[in-house]
């Protein structure tokens, strides 16, 4: 079974930043795209942004020029540095993996547990 550990949420100010960190671990051959999504009061779950493999990378709109993500290919990791953030980005931010286990003939979606960011005076 495959387990993901999530770090780095927590309050901050305005304008401040957070970064935030995953990482999965179980009995995993390969991770294929990583991304971060998140859920904010009332909304829908959203992208923020994804990472594939190779390295290329999508944002949503609103997080662009703001937040990186970034992975750790070695680690299986990824990353998510927040800077400039807004009380808009209060959020529950969920990373997500696309992997292939050891022994399995598909890839599978794990999402991590949540960490909630909030971003408030």
């Known amino acids: 079974q495959v387990q993901v550990v999530e770090s780095g949420g927590g309050l901050v100010q305005p304008g401040g930043s957070l970064r935030l960190s995953c990482a999965p671990s179980?009995?995993?051959?390969?991770?294929?795209?990583m991304g971060w999504y998140r859920q904010a009061p009332g909304k829908q779950r959203e992208l923020v942004a994804r990472?594939?493999?190779?390295?290329?990378?999508n944002y949503a709109d609103d997080v662009k020029g703001r937040f990186t993500i970034s992975r750790d290919n070695a680690g299986n990791t990824v990353s998510l540095q927040m800077n400039s953030l807004k009380p808009e980005d209060t959020a529950v931010y969920y990373c997500?993996?696309?992997?292939?286990?050891?022994?399995?003939?598909?890839?599978?979606?794990?999402w991590g547990q949540g960490t909630l960011v909030t971003v408030s005076s």
């Open positions: 997500n993996f696309n992997v292939r286990v050891l022994n399995a003939g598909r890839n599978l979606e794990v």
């Open positions: 179980g009995r995993i051959l390969r991770v294929n795209d």
């Open positions: 990472i594939l493999s190779g390295g290329s990378t």
